[in-house]
T-cell receptor
Framework: DSGVTQTPKHLITATGQRVTLRCSPRSGDLSVYWYQQSLDQGLQFLIQYYNGEERAKGNILERFSAQQFPDLHSELNLSSLELGDSALYFC??????FGQGTRLTVV | AQSVAQPEDQVNVAEGNPLTVKCTYSVSGNPYLFWYVQYPNRGLQFLLKYITGDNLVKGSYGFEAEFNKSQTSFHLKKPSALVSDSALYFCAVRAQYSSASKIIFGSGTRLSIRP
């Protein structure tokens, strides 16, 4: 068990909708990293937060946004969803610990 | 720019035989190298990493990896494969002293161990 918790495990939604994915980092870790794993793009870094502040940005679309709250949990918001956004979304906290992921299916 | 390549999409090995999953990298300066494993419908699990020191790194589940600077490789190995090792394996790299967000993952190698 990595200590990183992600909810929900699965999400099915329609195109054009908005969803929120949640991540709680391992106890004591201040960083949260979000990744997208899709069949065609592989595993890509999206964004990092550290102690509530955005620290680094990767290949994150403008339709996507994230935040980290004072209790250090983070939310990844995906809006105006497209079929191509269907993927596995992971978060990780400091120390290479990954959550189980949220599988998003856009129909 | 940094990159990592896993030249084999799939590796098939008989149980009990040694296995190797290949990884080569390109990075400016010294590399930090990682191996992760992903089981079906599960997240990534950290196996091992090379930061500095001994070129042979030992990790979880009996896996080890050898850092070869001249060949810019970091192949994952195990002396005797188990059926339960069947999974998707990712190699990753980032430059020493770079942010952890700069890590680049390979495309993955599917390891299949037949009984």
């Amino acid at each position: 068990d990595s200590g990183v918790t992600q909810t929900p495990k699965h999400l099915i939604t329609a195109t054009g909708q908005r969803v929120t994915l949640r991540c709680s980092p391992r106890s004591g870790d201040l960083s949260v990293y979000w990744y997208q794993q899709s069949l065609d793009q592989g595993l890509q870094f999206l964004i990092q937060y550290y102690n509530g502040e955005e620290r680094a940005k990767g290949n994150i679309l403008e339709r996507f946004s994230a935040q980290q709250f004072p209790d250090l949990h983070s939310e990844l918001n995906l809006s105006s969803l497209e079929l191509g956004d269907s993927a596995l979304y992971f978060c990780a906290s400091s120390g290479n610990q990954f959550g189980q992921g949220t599988r998003l299916t856009v129909v | 720019a940094q990159s990592v390549a896993q030249p084999e999409d799939q590796v098939n090995v008989a149980e009990g035989n040694p296995l190797t999953v290949k990884c080569t990298y390109s990075v400016s300066g010294n590399p930090y190298l990682f191996w992760y494993v992903q089981y079906p419908n599960r997240g990534l699990q950290f196996l091992l990493k090379y930061i500095t020191g001994d070129n042979l790194v030992k990790g979880s589940y009996g896996f080890e990896a050898e850092f070869n600077k001249s060949q810019t490789s970091f192949h994952l190995k195990k002396p005797s494969a188990l059926v339960s090792d069947s999974a998707l394996y990712f190699c990753a790299v980032r430059a020493q002293y770079s942010s952890a967000s700069k890590i680049i993952f390979g495309s993955g190698t599917r390891l299949s161990i037949r009984p």
